[in-house]
T-cell receptor
Framework: GAVVSQHPSWVICKSGTSVKIECRSL??????MFWYRQFPKKSLMLMAT?????????EQGVEKDKFLINHASLTLSTLTVTSAHPEDSSFYIC?????????????FGEGSRLTVL | AQSVTQLDSHVSVSEGTPVLLRCNYS??????LFWYVQHPNKGLQLLLK??????LVKGINGFEAEFKKSETSFHLTKPSAHMSDAAEYFC??????????FGTGTRLTIIP
């Protein structure tokens, strides 16, 4: 099946710094990618929809200036957590859909665990 | 309103016994339905999907699910649990737009 790669898998940073997480579709082109946040023992919360070549669409309650999303190519979307604080510590997961069918299967990255000290 | 409900937040079964993870959806029409599995500190892996073809869907690792429109259900089953099945399971309907709606998840514990 299609592969989505996330990097880094783990990252620890100091409070106030920015962290960038990459999401790549390795063997397919993804017009649309999604970013989720997952708290311990909780479900996935959709943060934003990332569209190649256009601005991301953020879900209600997600700070656009805090979580910067860039989808510069059909195989790469990045999430930058700006001025990170301990409350931003979480597991971030991206997903991508192969093809244009909006009801098609989503392929997920392995996730990135962010710990802000 | 469109929604999904995973009826059990936690299910424990003994190794070798059947597994049943329940999922019900609420919608005015039949959505596409997916079951994903998540092992600790990992991303999600697709187990199986229903897209309006056969109502009994077979997936990976011996799992299967049956779509029952009359009951608006898509329960996940496996005849015999294995230790490696211990994970979090998500029932995910797609109501016709590009976003997915995640259930709250069911944590499956396998007792040796």
């Amino acid at each position: 099946g299609a592969v989505v790669s996330q990097h880094p898998s783990w990252v620890i940073c100091k409070s106030g710094t920015s962290v960038k997480i990459e999401c790549r579709s390795l063997d397919f082109q993804a017009t649309t990618m999604f970013w989720y946040r997952q708290f311990p023992k909780k479900s996935l919360m959709l943060m934003a929809t990332s569209n190649e070549g256009s601005k991301a669409t953020y879900e209600q309650g997600v700070e656009k200036d805090k979580f910067l999303i860039n989808h510069a190519s059909l195989t790469l979307s990045t999430l930058t957590v700006t001025s990170a604080h301990p409350e931003d510590s979480s597991f971030y997961i991206c997903s991508a859909r192969a093809g244009l069918n909006p009801t098609g299967e989503l392929f997920f990255g392995e996730g990135s665990r962010l710990t802000v000290l | 309103a469109q929604s999904v409900t995973q009826l059990d937040s936690h299910v424990s079964v003994s190794e070798g016994t059947p597994v049943l993870l329940r999922c019900n959806y609420s919608s005015s029409y039949s959505p596409s339905l997916f079951w994903y599995v998540q092992h600790p500190n990992k991303g999600l892996q697709l187990l199986l999907k229903y897209t309006s073809a056969a109502t009994l869907v077979k997936g990976i690792n011996g799992f299967e699910a049956e779509f029952k429109k009359s009951e608006t259900s898509f329960h996940l089953t496996k005849p015999s649990a294995h230790m490696s099945d211990a994970a979090e399971y998500f029932c995910v309907p797609n109501f016709g737009n590009e976003k997915l709606t995640f259930g709250t998840g069911t944590r499956l514990t396998i007792i040796p």
